[in-house]
């Protein structure tokens, strides 16, 4: 299987559409640096320089490619995979002898080091660029590393599941729109239930005029559409196994949650589930 990996590394590195991805993060990182600085300036004007000693601007941006960190993967995985049907490489591995599980393996490992490289790229520009334009941050760099641990935990759950879908669909463009569609329905299914899970259960008093003679007063009510009780674990425990949820918790908080574990191990969890799922649809695949 090493040689698979170095094989499919190569063949990843040489890639046009990983070279684009790898530029993306770049470019990325840099729009996110230059844009916040930007509207910091705008926001405090002559008192910038001063802001900027006690601000920490940089404190949520090392995490920034986490948001779009997906929808790369499933652009890369796809056309990386789908290439290996189209090109005939599939076949070519098989009748050198090589096993279905270690091919699975080999190409799963090569999304993972994708996903891996890509993150730490943006992270790495943002820290090279963002600390002499900002300063350095104000959260300590082991809670950032905590992070980053689980950020790419769930990018590897994400390239766990392309990889199940990509490897059962031999039609390299109907692979990419599949796991495409997968990773903006996730994101979708993410921000709905998170905006439940966030109503307020009750609406607070207010008062409004028709005129200026007769104003009406609406005491605080309670929000009917407020989540309690076992429908509201179930939203909660949903939300929790969904990849993008971690990454946007962690974009938005940087330090983990009360139960730190709960997201390696949910995204762990998807990891073996998609895995098992893969190799057994891949093993029985008839592969024309």
């Known amino acids: 299987m090493i040689r698979l990996i170095h094989s499919n590394l190569a063949r990843l590195f040489h890639s046009s559409i990983f070279k684009a991805a790898e530029v993306f993060s770049i470019g990325y990182s840099f729009f996110v640096l230059i844009g916040s600085y930007i509207s910091y300036k705008n926001h405090y004007g002559a008192e910038y320089n001063e802001q900027l000693k006690h601000g920490h601007f940089l404190d949520n941006m090392p995490l920034a490619l986490a948001i779009v960190?997906?929808?790369?993967?499933?652009?890369?995985?796809?056309?990386?995979?789908?290439?290996?049907?189209?090109?005939g490489t599939m076949r070519n591995k098989l009748i050198a002898g090589h096993s279905r599980i270690s091919i699975y393996f080999a190409n799963m490992l090569t999304a993972y080091a994708a996903a891996v490289i890509l993150f730490l790229t943006s992270v790495i520009v943002i820290y090279a660029v963002g600390i002499p334009l900002y300063g350095p941050t104000s959260i300590p760099f082991t809670e950032y590393a905590k992070a980053f641990f689980v950020v790419l935990i769930a990018g590897f759950a994400f390239c766990s599941l392309y990889t199940l879908f990509c490897m059962a669909i031999q039609n390299k463009a109907a692979g990419v729109v599949t796991v495409l569609l997968i990773a903006i329905i996730m994101y979708m299914v993410m921000m709905t239930i998170n905006a439940r899970l966030e109503e307020p259960e009750y609406y607070d008093n207010y008062t409004y005029t028709q005129d200026a003679q007769n104003p009406i007063h609406i005491d605080k009510q309670k929000n009917p559409h407020y989540l309690t009780g076992k429908k509201r674990v179930f939203y909660e425990k949903l939300v929790a196994f969904?990849?993008?949820?971690?990454?946007?918790?962690?974009?938005?908080?940087?330090?983990?949650?009360?139960?730190?574990?709960?997201?390696?191990?949910?995204?762990?969890?998807?990891?073996?589930?998609?895995t098992a799922a893969g190799i057994l649809i891949f093993k029985k695949k008839d592969l024309k």
Not at 245 to 270: A, R, W
């Open 69 to 87: 960190l997906p929808i790369m993967l499933a652009i890369v995985i796809g056309f990386f995979i789908g290439a290996e049907y189209s090109d």
């Open 242 to 274: 969904l990849p993008y949820d971690h990454m946007f918790y962690l974009l938005q908080n940087i330090t983990l949650p009360k139960k730190p574990y709960e997201f390696p191990v949910n995204s762990g969890i998807l990891i073996f589930v998609t």
